[in-house]
């Protein structure tokens, strides 16, 4: 398992390697564990930690038995972790209307505006994001930012067009945040982004997304 990321790693591979990974939206690790874990920002660590040797071992084998059908694999993997949603927790109103308030917004609006928005007090909007989210509103709307960044490149390979269309006005400022959360230049993402060749399960993948 991995932790909320808030800045770039790498994955290298021997050989021909297939992988199936479960994205959650921020705030759900609570719902899913009933557990706070501020320390798994930026750290892997053995899902045994947390669902136990038994039920990994479990997850193991199905993954195992269903590798060859990737559509049959996906729904065995929902099936385990919607068996595994906490039914004690819940995210709390507040942080629920934050996030969705910085993903509408891009990432862009200061956490004092969003706090006033909201109407909370911004000591109390990084508490909550800090017991949830587990990055500060600010880490977070940083994260949304480039996210958007990249939605923008994905439809149109355009560096300047997208630095402008998602608020960076200054071009040295758009590369060094671009550095600092993806470990490459603009340049040489687009530039691997464009040489990247299809593969079939991505048809599947856009269907499950």
Same mark, same amino acid.
């Given at each position: 398992?991995?932790? *909320?990321?808030?800045?770039?790693?790498?994955?290298?591979?021997?050989?021909?390697?297939?992988?199936?990974?479960?994205?959650?939206?921020?705030?759900?690790?609570?719902?899913?564990?009933?557990?706070?874990?501020?320390?798994?920002?930026?750290?892997?660590?053995?899902?045994?930690?947390?669902?136990?040797?038994?039920?990994?071992?479990?997850?193991?084998?199905?993954?195992?038995?269903?590798?060859? *059908?990737?559509?049959?694999?996906?729904?065995?993997?929902?099936?385990?972790?919607?068996? &595994?949603?906490?039914?004690?927790?819940?995210?709390?109103? $507040?942080?629920? $209307?934050?996030?969705?308030?910085?993903?509408? $917004?891009?990432?862009? *609006?200061?956490?004092?505006?969003?706090?006033?928005?909201?109407?909370? $007090? =911004?000591?109390?909007?990084?508490? =909550?994001?800090?017991?949830?989210?587990?990055?500060?509103?600010?880490?977070?709307?940083?994260?949304?930012?480039?996210?958007?960044?990249?939605?923008?490149?994905?439809?149109?390979?355009?560096?300047t067009q997208a630095a402008l269309e998602n608020g960076y006005y200054d071009q040295a400022h758009f590369q060094h945040e671009f550095r600092a959360l993806s470990g490459l230049t603009p340049q040489q993402f687009l530039a691997a982004m464009q040489a990247r060749a299809p593969h079939p399960l991505?048809?599947?993948?856009? &269907?499950?997304?």
């Amino acid at each position: 398992m991995c932790g *909320q990321t808030a800045r770039p790693f790498a994955m290298h591979f021997t050989g021909e390697v297939a992988t199936l990974g479960v994205m959650v939206e921020p705030a759900t690790f609570r719902l899913l564990f009933g557990a706070v874990m501020s320390d798994l920002v930026d750290h892997v660590f053995d899902a045994a930690a947390l669902l136990g040797s038994v039920r990994t071992r479990h997850l193991h084998a199905e993954m195992e038995r269903h590798c060859q *059908q990737p559509a049959v694999l996906v729904a065995a993997f929902e099936r385990f972790w919607y068996r &595994t949603l906490s039914a004690k927790t819940s995210v709390p109103t $507040g942080v629920a $209307g934050a996030l969705a308030a910085i993903r509408a $917004g891009g990432g862009q *609006q200061p956490v004092g505006k969003l706090a006033q928005h909201l109407g909370i $007090g =911004r000591r109390t909007l990084e508490r =909550r994001f800090a017991e949830h989210v587990y990055l500060s509103p600010k880490g977070w709307s940083r994260l949304m930012h480039f996210n958007n960044v990249l939605g923008t490149l994905a439809s149109r390979p355009a560096l300047t067009q997208a630095a402008l269309e998602n608020g960076y006005y200054d071009q040295a400022h758009f590369q060094h945040e671009f550095r600092a959360l993806s470990g490459l230049t603009p340049q040489q993402f687009l530039a691997a982004m464009q040489a990247r060749a299809p593969h079939p399960l991505d048809t599947l993948a856009a &269907t499950i997304l």
